[in-house]
């Protein structure tokens, strides 16, 4: 069994529609679909947008169907100047950036309880997310820290900000908190995201506009890694 986890229907609704044997399930908010997704046992769950709705999710759907790996896909800002909407970044690690307790002398990020400012993502699964993102025609791939916070970047300074002290090529609102739940419990965690913004002064506007697009080259990669031999 694996785990895939958007934050919106439409970062998962392709594969929602590939998958076959379906089953349904609630618990608490959250809908877990489960079944067959070319050939692998899968379960797929929207968690809304945010940190605490995705560690939710995540843990819900680890401690409910024990999937050998969790991967949290989606769209991001793009932090780094390089990146191009439609371009993928894997995650080397993933970051609170919002998270700040250096008045009681930690370093910036520092998640209490666990003891890390960078949650770890699965080597193994990175190769394998990364060569079939390679496959997919006209995408820049990239692998790099993703930073994590519960607000929408807009603000070039704030981006800045983000980039400068994490070193995030990437911002979203829930692949560190999906890892922060992997990690507790101990499943590997892949986080795959498609740029749908620069996390910039137009990103309202290119959010509403590319989201789909990127949408759908993420899925496209989450489909090449299961068509893959295993
Ligand atoms: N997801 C996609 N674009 C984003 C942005 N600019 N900030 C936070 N999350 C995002």
Same mark, same amino acid.
């Given at each position: 069994m694996i785990g895939i986890?958007?934050?919106?229907? $439409?970062?998962?609704? &392709?594969? $929602?529609?590939?998958? &076959?044997?379906?089953?349904?399930?609630?618990l608490g908010t959250d809908t877990f679909v489960s079944g067959k997704l070319f050939g692998r046992e899968a379960v797929l769950a929207v968690c809304g947008c945010g940190k605490v709705n995705a560690a939710l999710c995540a843990q819900q759907m680890i401690l409910r169907y024990r999937p050998e790996w969790v991967l949290n896909i989606g769209v991001a800002g793009g932090a780094d100047p390089r990146l191009r909407i439609g371009d993928m970044v894997i995650a080397s690690a993933a970051v609170q950036h919002d998270m700040d307790t250096t008045p009681m002398g930690d370093p910036i990020g520092y998640v209490s309880k666990i003891g890390l400012v960078e949650f770890p993502c699965d080597g193994a699964l990175r190769t394998r997310l990364r060569r079939a993102a390679e496959a997919l025609p006209e995408v820049a791939v990239y692998e790099g820290v993703i930073a994590t916070g519960d607000q929408f970047v807009n603000r070039p300074e704030v981006t800045a900000r983000i980039r400068e002290t994490f070193g995030a090529m990437a911002v979203e609102m829930e692949g560190a908190a999906v890892a922060h739940a992997c990690y507790t419990h101990g499943v590997p965690c892949g986080i795959l995201r498609s740029i749908s913004d620069g996390a910039n002064d137009d990103s309202g506007m290119d959010f509403a506009a590319f989201t789909a697009l990127a949408s759908r080259h993420a899925q496209n990669v989450v489909e090449r890694v299961l068509s893959a031999a295993q």
């Open positions: 986890i958007g934050a919106m229907p $439409v970062e998962i609704e &392709t594969l $929602v529609s590939q998958m &076959t044997e379906k089953h349904e399930e609630r």
